[in-house]
């Protein structure tokens, strides 16, 4: 008895074998390609100079001068941790050539993150001295929504946004220490001085977020670079829970074991949210803590794991795919699948490694027989269907900039400005480039999909789609059905 109540509950845990078992009578998908794919698409969403064996070739380089594009701060540090976590917990299993293109991946966003905190308050620029600033955003995200033009092309206003001690963004500082703490993880075993240069980037970070409280939507000036697209909805508190939760890990240093009982509650920790996406963290936090109960029974830790419980039980609709009102709803699909996975595959003592690649075997989820409350659902197999059966979207628009729809710079070098883009944006055809591995937000509540650009509800993909996606990938291509 003992033992199992440190398991995740029975009920849930043959929900989730039943759930993560890949649909049945579609045929077998190649789960392998899948993730090839998965870490492909995040080539095409490169800023800066690209490298000689960049793949994706009809990509070139851009906003050179400032080294972002669209940079949204918030969405893209959470990407970050998300790729980081799916290596964390899955690169073991990957094969070498993937996980070497994942880490690729996250060090192209965790070399940014880093200089977006290398603004200390005094005249030294090392990063572990006090931070003056971290840097938001660059762009200008209406006068970048109003133009369908390819990132090569960008000429709209470069205008930098920062968050400060006297402008706090606690949210977008607490996901940036997340993410370094996740990707020191990831980076330990294939490069140990860059995981450490990472910690300590994330421990600065952390000490920002928790120093300067506040949300950087509440702040006029800033509120106008970030909002309506990426407006902080949820508050920073999770995003401060979540990142002492990454430092811990990431550190094993007991006082943000201390910080999370001292402040979980004021920060939300009770409150059973079941969320989990860029803005919103609880359901990540829940799960997150449970692997520190159930790895290290501390157990003051268990109302984590209650409440991750309860969410992986409420998940389910009575026959069908996971809906969220909102935005892309593939978002949810495929941070919810990572979640259930990582959940379903943590065992209880002893304690698991924390670095990634030594971690090469991992339980597949228990089989046990279906429990009324939860089995009826086949969310699983409907999302993996629609997942990864052709036919695929034709017409994927992109966040800007939305180089995909537009023809190659090769093909078409000189500049096609701001309204020129639009023909390509309204036009009926397929884009010119295939912005492989991509995952468009999905159908919606009614199972349609329409494939219609302008509805970008749908049709867009984003990198926060594709993250947690890497991870779920990476269990499927080693554990086919
Ligand atoms: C643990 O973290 C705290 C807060 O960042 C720091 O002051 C302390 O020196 C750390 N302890 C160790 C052993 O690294």
Request: with cysteine.
């Amino acid at each position: 008895m003992a033992l199992l109540s440190t398991l995740p509950s029975l009920a849930c845990l043959l929900l989730l074998a039943m759930a993560l078992r890949p649909s049945s009578g579609g045929g077998s998908h190649d789960y392998g390609e899948a993730l090839s794919k998965s870490i492909l698409f995040f080539e095409g969403q490169r800023s800066g100079q690209l490298p000689a064996d960049q793949r994706l070739k009809w990509r070139g380089d851009s906003g050179l001068s400032d080294g972002a594009e669209a940079g949204f701060g918030f969405p893209m540090a959470f990407t970050a941790t998300m790729l980081a976590w799916s290596v964390v917990e899955f690169g073991g299993i990957m094969p070498p050539e993937d996980l070497r293109h994942s880490l690729t991946a996250l060090r192209w966003a965790t070399d940014y993150l880093l200089k977006t905190i290398a603004h200390p308050t005094g005249c030294t620029s090392r990063i572990d001295s006090e931070l003056g600033s971290i840097l938001l955003q660059v762009g200008d995200p209406l006068k970048d929504h109003n133009c369908w033009e390819r990132p090569e092309d960008m000429d709209t206003p470069r205008t930098v946004y920062s968050v400060t001690p006297d402008r706090p963004g606690s949210e977008v500082a607490g996901e940036t220490a997340a993410a370094l703490a996740a990707a020191s993880m990831a980076f330990r075993e294939a490069d140990a001085t860059y995981a450490e240069r990472l910690l300590r980037g994330a421990t600065t970070a952390f000490e920002f977020a928790d120093s300067y409280k506040g949300a950087y939507s509440d702040d006029t000036g800033l509120k106008a670079g970030v909002c309506p697209f990426y407006c902080d909805f949820d508050g920073y508190q999770d995003e401060l829970l979540w990142s002492a939760a990454w430092l811990r890990r990431a550190s094993a240093n007991v006082s943000f074991l201390s910080y999370i009982q001292n402040n979980g509650k004021t920060l939300g920790a009770d409150d059973n949210i079941n969320e989990f996406g860029w803005d919103n963290k609880h359901a990540g936090i829940n799960v997150l803590i449970s692997k520190e109960f159930l790895e290290g029974e501390v157990l003051w830790l268990q109302s984590y794991k209650q409440s991750a419980d309860s969410f992986m039980c409420t998940l389910f609709t009575p026959g069908g795919l996971i809906y969220k009102p909102g935005g892309s709803n593939m978002q949810h699909v495929t941070s919810i699948a990572f979640l259930l996975l990582v959940y379903a595959t943590t065992s209880p003592s002893p304690p698991a490694p924390s670095t990634a690649a030594a971690s090469p075997s991992i339980p597949p989820p228990s089989a046990a027989s279906p429990s009324n409350r939860c089995s009826s659902s086949d969310f699983f197999q409907r999302s993996w269907r629609w997942l990864l059966l052709p036919p695929s979207p034709q017409l994927p628009a992109e966040d800007p900039p939305p180089g995909s729809s537009l023809p190659a710079k090769a093909d078409r070098p000189e500049q096609i400005g701001c309204k020129e883009g639009s023909p390509y944006f309204n036009s009926q055809g397929p884009n010119p480039n295939i912005l492989v591995g991509a995952v468009v937000g999905g159908p919606g509540e009614d199972d349609a999909y329409g494939d219609d650009r302008p509805d970008f509800r749908k049709s867009e993909p984003t990198t926060y789609i594709n993250a947690p996606l890497v991870g779920v990938l990476a269990y499927f291509a080693a554990n086919p059905s």
